[in-house]
């Protein structure tokens, strides 16, 4: 239970937004969320969640009926309270670089509101911004629309590291908390607000510059996607050397303490909102400092060819494309969310249509995000309806529901029985023994 009911604001309610939002609310948090986008306000009004998530449905239906929280549509409207969290996208410009504006906006408006209502309070950036925003763009603009310095109000930077579809459980069980404030009493007010969120479960605590914090969420995405790039790398050499599978090879390596089994999933690359976005970010702002990371070029451009290995893969089997029937299982750029943001299946789909191919779609909830981003798609209502009269399916989002999925489905509901298996969710002896073509990433192939 809470000892002390800190209000919170919450700015910005996507993804990230809304998860933190709930969950404060759970904890016995009064909270209110902010949200510009008039469609998502009403929504949250009515208690329905305007993202797929695990858990948040239930957890926002709670919070609506405990009357803890209240969704408005500007900061003004905010009220009073002791923590303003800010959470709204930084997304990529076309060169690369990071978009602040909308961090920007939002520290006018909070600005506004410290002026207006004079206690101390802290701000605590959460949206993911480059290293040095905080000091060089989020304090001057407070300041300066406050009309009052950091020490009448207290401002931290605090990185999220939740990951979507689990994003519930990461905000409950972080590994570690870091708090990049000012000054003291802003970093001390921010960790006396998480000891109380997490009682006798508070995870580890860092308490560093805001710069320091900054680089922390970059540094740690720019090395989880490399080891994807890397492990997808190893794949691209297996699946040329009949004899090699890459599943084994990542397995007997990240026994491995020094490297560990996380991230080495091989597969058609990483989507998503942040792993492009902040990679391409953190060398924008690299070059900026005449600073080159060639670590993280080499990540984006193996990033880039990974999703190429599924058109390769069934160009090796069906040769030319024009004409055949492809089916893709998946669509959102991981399981457990709807978010097609940067999604792979954003760079296949496309791919299949220039080459003449036919395509079919299904993936569990991301249809109506889906169809907003893909043209000439027809979308199926179920994974068996997606393969019945197809040439090939091809696995491209590692849903449960696809893993559970029998060879002998594909036998019975296709045209020619092809899988090529994108992320490695099936056993390729199960699948030839059952008399299907079977290829898969990182797979040397010697026969069917
Ligand atoms: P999002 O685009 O889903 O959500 C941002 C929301 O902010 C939108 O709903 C938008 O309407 C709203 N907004 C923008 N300006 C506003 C304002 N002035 N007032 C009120 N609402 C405003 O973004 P997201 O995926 O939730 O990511 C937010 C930030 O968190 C990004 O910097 C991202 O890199 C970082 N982050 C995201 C995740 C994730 O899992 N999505 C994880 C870690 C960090």
Partial sequence: MVKERKSVAVIGLGYLGLTTAVCFTDRGFPVTGVEADARKL???????????EPLIPELLAKAVKSKEIRFVGSVHQAGDPDFVFITVGTPSKADGSIDLSYVGRAAREVGALLRRNRKYRVVVVKSSTVPGTTMSLVKPVLESESRCNVGMFGLCYSPEFIREGKAVADTFQPDKLVLGGVDKRSTETVLSLYKNFYGHDLPRVIETTPSNAEMIKYASNSFLAMKVSYVNQVAKLCAAIPGCDVTVVADAIGLDKR?????????????????????????????????????????????????MAAIDGIESVLGKLGGR???????AFKPGTDDMRDAVSLRIIPELKRSGAHVTAYDPVSEENAKELLRGVKFANSASECITGADCAIIVTEWDEFRRLEPALFKKRMRYPFVFDGRRV???SKFRKAGIRFRAVGLGTTSR
């Fill in 426 to 428: 099936y056993d390729p």
């Fill in 325 to 331: 029937r492809v089916a893709i299982l998946g669509l």
């Fill in 42 to 52: 009403a929504s949250l009004n009515k208690g329905v969640s305007t993202i797929h």
């Fill in 259 to 307: 490297i560990g089994r996380r991230f080495l999933d091989a597969g058609l690359g990483f989507g998503g909102s942040c792993f492009s976005k902040d990679l391409r970010a953190l060398r924008s702002v690299a070059r900026e400092r005449g600073v080159s990371l060639p670590l993280v070029d080499a990540t984006l451009r193996v990033n880039d060819d990974a999703a």
